[in-house]
């Protein structure tokens, strides 16, 4: 089969069928080459529907998650977008592709330099990696209309939840296996927030969250 087979086909049953029928996103993942964003030992399930191990315990998402979430959030060209958890890059090339500029961050430095590289091959000007822990916040980048966790997280923190502008929104992956969902924040007020679960799924944890204590009295 052919890479361009194996797209099409990655698009068209597994992604389509998960209800992204927005025709931006489905010409969006038609044109970035996610294989280009694989590491090389794990090429071959560029396609696939799983989760794709990157080293140091973090991992691209599934494809049609990563399609979903564009979906829901909308972004538009004259928005700025936070990344928690870089990974390959993948995302943030998406969403550069639909934003005005991404700040991308990743708490691995060979994952950071990793994805910097796949950016660059991939002629993507409007999106930096940074190396670091995105989690307390990053108030000298901020505010963001978007922000996107790019793994699952226990809760959302507070921190990250006050870089988002008002009428801006955060989607995650939050809850414990084997329940977990996808949520948009949307910052409605200067304290005033509105939680809406889009969907159901489960992901691999991003590093450097605090997970719940698991002491009972």
């Given at each position: 089969?052919?890479?361009?087979?194996?797209r099409?086909?990655?698009?068209?049953?597994?992604?389509?069928?998960?209800?992204?029928?927005?025709?931006?996103?489905?010409?969006?993942?038609?044109?970035?080459?996610?294989?280009?964003?694989?590491?090389?030992?794990?090429r071959?399930?560029?396609?696939?529907?799983?989760?794709?191990?990157?080293?140091?315990?973090?991992?691209?998402?599934?494809?049609?998650?990563?399609?979903?979430?564009?979906?829901?959030?909308?972004?538009?060209?004259?928005?700025?977008?936070?990344?928690?958890?870089?990974?390959?890059?993948?995302m943030?090339?998406?969403?550069?592709?639909?934003?005005?500029?991404v700040?991308?961050?990743?708490?691995?430095?060979?994952l950071?330099?990793?994805?910097?590289?796949?950016?660059?091959?991939?002629?993507?000007t409007?999106?930096?990696?940074?190396?670091?822990?995105?989690?307390?916040?990053?108030?000298?980048?901020?505010?963001?209309?978007v922000?996107?966790?790019?793994?699952?997280v226990a809760?959302?923190?507070?921190?990250?939840?006050?870089?988002?502008?008002?009428?801006g929104?955060l989607?995650?992956?939050?809850?414990?296996e084997?329940v977990?969902?996808?949520?948009?924040?949307?910052?409605v007020g200067?304290?005033?927030?509105?939680?809406?679960?889009?969907?159901?799924?489960?992901?691999?944890?991003?590093?450097?969250?605090?997970?719940?204590?698991?002491?009972?009295?």
């Amino acid at each position: 089969m052919s890479i361009e087979q194996a797209r099409f086909n990655m698009i068209e049953q597994q992604i389509r069928p998960w209800d992204v029928l927005d025709q931006g996103v489905l010409s969006l993942l038609a044109v970035v080459k996610r294989e280009d964003f694989v590491p090389a030992e794990h090429r071959a399930k560029a396609f696939f529907d799983t989760e794709i191990p990157l080293g140091h315990g973090q991992f691209m998402l599934a494809p049609r998650v990563e399609a979903r979430f564009l979906q829901e959030l909308d972004v538009r060209k004259h928005e700025r977008v936070l990344e928690v958890g870089t990974g390959s890059g993948y995302m943030a090339a998406l969403l550069a592709h639909k934003a005005r500029e991404v700040v991308s961050v990743e708490l691995q430095p060979e994952l950071a330099k990793a994805a910097i590289a796949n950016l660059r091959r991939a002629s993507i000007t409007n999106a930096v990696v940074l190396e670091g822990d995105a989690s307390k916040g990053l108030p000298t980048q901020g505010p963001f209309d978007v922000i996107v966790l790019s793994g699952s997280v226990a809760s959302v923190p507070k921190a990250l939840l006050a870089e988002l502008k008002v009428g801006g929104r955060l989607i995650a992956i939050v809850g414990q296996e084997p329940v977990m969902r996808a949520t948009i924040v949307t910052r409605v007020g200067e304290q005033e927030f509105r939680n809406v679960e889009v969907f159901d799924t489960v992901a691999p944890r991003l590093s450097g969250f605090d997970e719940p204590s698991r002491f009972t009295f």
